[in-house]
C-alpha cells in the first residue's frame, strides 16, 4: 500500500511580486524538505481589491487579515507576507516560523530623467503610497510635492511613465529586485537618513499555532540575523503603536556581534521629526526595539504621528 506524500498548502496575495517572492520559498523549501509536496493558494486580499484609498485609511494588516483567516479555517497551511506589512504582534493563534534571509531593506528613488533626490528639481512631484516616505522626504525636500500612489510595483512604474505622471517615485528596492526591475532604480536611500519601514526587505512565514509540521518544515529556511533585525524593529514599532502605514520607522543591521539601530518618527508634513540611532549587542535586539520604543513614547512620538503634537 503506497504511502500519500504530505501536503503543506502556502497561502499568498495575487500580485506579481508576492507570486514571484512566493515561489523562491517554496523553492528554498523543497530543496530542504524533499518529502514534502507544497501547493501554492493565492489568495486575494483587501488591500489588493481596494484601490481607492491609501493604505493608511484601509487600517494595519490590509495585505495579511484575509490570509490569516485562511489559515484558521484550514485552506492553507503556511502563509507568506511581505513582513513590513504585517501587524507589530501576532494573535496567539499564529506563529511566525520562519524569516528567511533578508533582501536589501533601502528604499529606491526612481525618477523620470535620471535625477536623484537632492537632484530633483523644485516643484517636481515625487509619488508614494506610504506616509512614512512622504514624510521623509517632505522633511529632506520641503520644495517637493509628494503625491499619493497606489498599484503593484509594474503599475506604479507605469504611471510614472505615463505622461502627465509623476516626475519620481519612491518603491522598496527589495521588491524591485525579486522582479528583476532592479535596473529601473536611479538611486539607493541610505537606511541611515532615509530609515526603511519596519521589516522591510524580509519575508514572514505564518503558520497556525502548534502545527509542529508546518513549522519544522518552515523553520529549515530561518535566518536568526535577520530574525533579531526584525524583531528589533517589530518591538519598537510595538511600543509605538501603528503600523505600515504610520510615518513611523526602524531599520536594524546585525553585524557580528553587534546590532545597529537607527529608529525615526515624524509629523504627518514631516517638518516635525524624532530620530534616535544606537550599537548595542545581537542578543539584546529584542530589548533593544523596546527601550528605543520607550524613549520615543516618552518624546512624544505617538502625538507626533497622530499629528496631534
Not at 48 to 77: H, P, S
Request: with cysteine.
Amino acid at each position: 500500500m503506497s504511502r500519500l506524500t504530505p501536503t503543506i498548502r502556502v497561502g499568498t496575495r495575487g500580485s506579481d511580486l508576492a507570486l514571484t517572492q512566493t515561489g523562491h520559498v517554496v523553492n528554498a523549501l523543497s530543496k530542504l524538505n524533499q518529502s514534502i509536496k507544497f501547493d501554492l493558494v493565492v489568495i486575494k486580499t483587501t488591500g489588493d481589491k481596494d484601490q481607492r484609498y491609501d493604505l493608511e485609511n484601509l487600517g494595519v494588516g490590509v495585505f495579511v487579515r484575509e490570509l490569516e483567516t485562511a489559515l484558521l479555517d484550514a485552506r492553507i497551511d503556511l502563509a507568506v507576507h511581505s513582513l513590513k506589512d504585517m501587524p507589530s504582534s501576532l494573535p496567539a493563534e499564529f506563529d511566525l516560523a520562519a524569516v528567511p534571509y533578508r533582501e536589501d531593506p533601502r528604499d529606491a528613488f526612481i525618477s523620470r530623467n535620471g535625477e536623484t533626490l537632492e537632484e530633483i528639481a523644485a516643484g517636481s512631484r515625487i509619488a508614494t503610497g506610504s506616509a512614512r516616505r512622504a514624510a521623509l522626504v517632505k522633511n529632506l525636500r520641503p520644495d517637493l510635492i509628494v503625491e499619493p500612489l497606489r498599484g503593484n510595483v509594474p503599475t506604479r512604474l507605469e504611471k510614472l511613465d505615463e505622461p502627465g505622471g509623476p516626475d519620481a517615485v519612491v518603491l522598496a528596492t527589495a521588491g524591485l529586485v525579486r522582479l528583476g526591475l532592479q535596473d529601473r532604480i536611479t538611486q539607493h536611500l541610505s537606511c541611515s537618513s532615509f530609515v526603511s519601514a519596519v521589516g522591510q526587505g524580509a519575508l514572514a512565514l505564518e503558520t497556525r499555532a502548534g502545527d509542529s509540521a508546518t513549522i519544522d518544515a518552515a523553520s529549515k529556511i530561518e535566518h536568526p540575523a535577520t530574525r533579531a533585525e526584525v524583531t528589533a524593529e517589530r518591538n519598537f514599532l510595538d511600543v509605538i503603536g501603528g503600523g505600515c502605514s504610520a510615518s513611523v520607522s526602524a531599520h536594524a543591521k546585525v553585524r557580528g556581534e553587534n546590532l545597529r539601530f537607527s529608529a525615526f518618527a515624524a509629523s504627518p508634513d514631516g517638518f516635525q521629526i524624532i530620530r534616535e540611532n544606537r550599537v548595542d549587542k545581537a542578543y539584546n535586539a529584542a530589548e533593544v526595539g523596546k527601550q528605543i520604543g520607550q524613549l520615543f513614547v516618552e518624546r512624544g512620538a505617538r502625538e507626533l504621528v497622530a499629528g496631534d503634537a
